[in-house]
Each structure stands twice: as C-alpha cells, then as structure tokens.
C-alpha cells in the first residue's frame, strides 16, 4: 500500500512538473504572437509539435488567421493606393496634356524656329511628354484586365523565362509536372519583372523552388513558389516600402515594377511578398504564393 501511494505521488508530482513546464510554452506562444501582432508581422507560424490535440487544432487556427489578416492587410494597402493612383494620374494627366499640346505647336511655329526661346519650349516639351509617359506607366495599376484564369504548368513557364535570360544561372527545384491555377500571361509578366530586378541588382544566379513543406500541404490549397538571386541586397530601411508605389531604390526606376507584379498577383488570387528570410547563397528572396491547379477527379 505504501509502494502504491510513493508511485502515485510521484506520478502526480512529475505531471505538475509538465503541467507548469507546458503552461510556460503556451504563455511564451501567446507572448510571440503578441509581439508579431505588434509589430504588424503576420506571417507567423508557431510550431504544433508537442501540443495536445485541442491546443494543436487552435495553434493551426492562429497561423492560419494571421495568414489571412495578412492578405487583408496587404490587400487593403493595394486598394488604397490604387484609388490614390488613379486620382493622381487623372489630374497629372489634365494638366500635362494640354502643356504638351501648346510647346508643340509653337516649336511649330514659324517665328519660335531659330529664336533664342526655342531650347526653352523644346525643354518644356520634353519635360512634360516626359511626364506623361510617367504617368501612363502608374495608369497600368488601375486598368489591369480582368485575369483569365487556367492550368498553368509552372516549370514550362520558368524554362521559357530562363532561355530568355541566360546571363543567369538557373537552379531549379520543381518537377516538370507542377501545375497552378494562374493567368499565364499574369504570371510570366511577374516573373519577368523579378527576373529583370535581379539583373538589374547585378544577379548571377536564380534559385527557384518550391518548399517542401508547402508543396505538400494541400490544407489551403496553395503553393509557395521561392525566388531568390545573389544581386545586392534590399536595404533593411526600404523592405517595407518596396511594394508600395513610386518607390524606389534605383537612380533611374519608375517604382512601378514590384507595386504592379504584387497587383498581378493578387488579381490572381495569389500573393507577392519578401521573404524574412533568404534561401542559402541568396541575397533576395521573393515568395510568389499561387493556387494549386485543380483536380479533375475531385471536380
């Protein structure tokens, strides 16, 4: 009887030994997904390793809701940065045209020819075509056509891009037999413009792959597609601002490149995002997150 009470006694001192251990872990979780919260980091995902079944179905709710708050997010951000784009272009546009219009018409003029006034209204000219081609470019993120969505093999499409652009040395880790759900056109306008960034960024070589933990989770039904590049690295100050329109770290950039392709991508249904972390051997690292192609069988 006595051995009896020692076994249950231990037995109940080393399950309150776990209890406060494992009340410590959930506290510390709560705690990390405060701080990402605070910090408007949404793509958290905690570990459900160790956790019982109740604790591990809510952990899986919470990485799954911070996902979605971050697709809102962004989304939000497009949106209200379209609405300003398109104001801005319609008022931009008004006042140029008719600049435009008049300095041509007198470099035209027979009396401006050959007249010391003459560099001054050509520069004017200049200065607003100039701008109007500035502001064309800013229309194309409020006039994107409607994405005509289709089973895409993926790794055609990137060999296609590669052949394209062979300065670059390609590593891919994608079987040829991947498929998504994407407007073809949509989606190798947003790798072409990754592609160029790189170049531009003084890139030698591209890594492309799909994670093995994305591909194969078919919970939400997406795939994670990573694009990394050894060109220079994006300045800690500037990660947050790179998707936002007029932007721009480059002397000579629109800001209009990775604003639009985000814009692509969402009107895909996808999403276009800097990773926190870069894949091995990679300055930059770009996640495209793209809907899995469906399945006949299930349809």
């Known amino acids: 009887m006595t051995w009896l009470y020692i076994i249950i006694s231990i037995g109940i001192v080393l399950f309150a030994a776990w209890f406060i251990r494992h009340q410590r872990k959930l506290i510390l979780r709560a705690h990390l997904m405060q701080e990402a919260m605070r910090n408007r980091d949404f793509t958290f995902r905690l570990p459900t390793k160790g956790m019982l079944p109740g604790e591990r179905a809510m952990q899986e709710t919470l990485n799954q809701l911070g996902e979605t708050i971050r697709q809102q997010v962004n989304q939000s951000e497009v949106d209200s940065w379209e609405r300003l784009t398109r104001v801005l272009t319609h008022e931009m546009m008004n006042a140029t045209a008719p600049i435009t219009s008049i300095s041509q018409s007198l470099l035209n003029h027979a009396d401006v ?53 062979p300065q670059l040395a390609w590593d891919f880790s994608i079987s040829s037999d991947t498929e998504v759900y994407a407007d073809e056109g949509m ?35 997406q795939i994670s597609l990573y694009l990394g590049n050894d060109g220079l690295p994006i300045p800690a100050e500037a990660r947050q601002s790179i998707f936002i329109p007029f932007f721009t770290t480059k002397r000579s950039g629109s800001g209009i490149g990775l604003a639009l392709s985000r814009r692509m991508m969402i009107q895909q249904g996808g999403m276009l995002d800097l990773a926190t972390r870069n894949h091995p051997m990679c300055h930059v690292t770009f996640i495209l997150t793209l809907q899995r192609a469906p399945n006949p069988s299930l349809l």
């Not at 701008?131 to 194309?140: A, D, H, L, Q």
């Not at 190798?188 to 492309?208: F, Y």
């Open 113 to 165: 020819k050959g007249t010391s006034i003459e560099d001054g209204i050509r520069a004017i000219h200049d200065t607003s075509q100039h701008m109007s081609r500035f502001v064309s470019n800013y229309r194309k993120m409020t006039e994107l056509e409607k994405p005509i969505m289709a089973k895409v093999n993926l790794r055609t499409i990137l060999d296609d891009i590669s052949k394209a652009y």
């Open 187 to 221: 989606l190798r306008q947003v790798l072409m413009n990754l592609t160029k960034n790189a170049i531009e960024a003084g890139a030698h070589n591209m890594t492309v792959e799909i994670s093995a933990d994305e591909s194969s989770n078919s919970r939400d039904n």
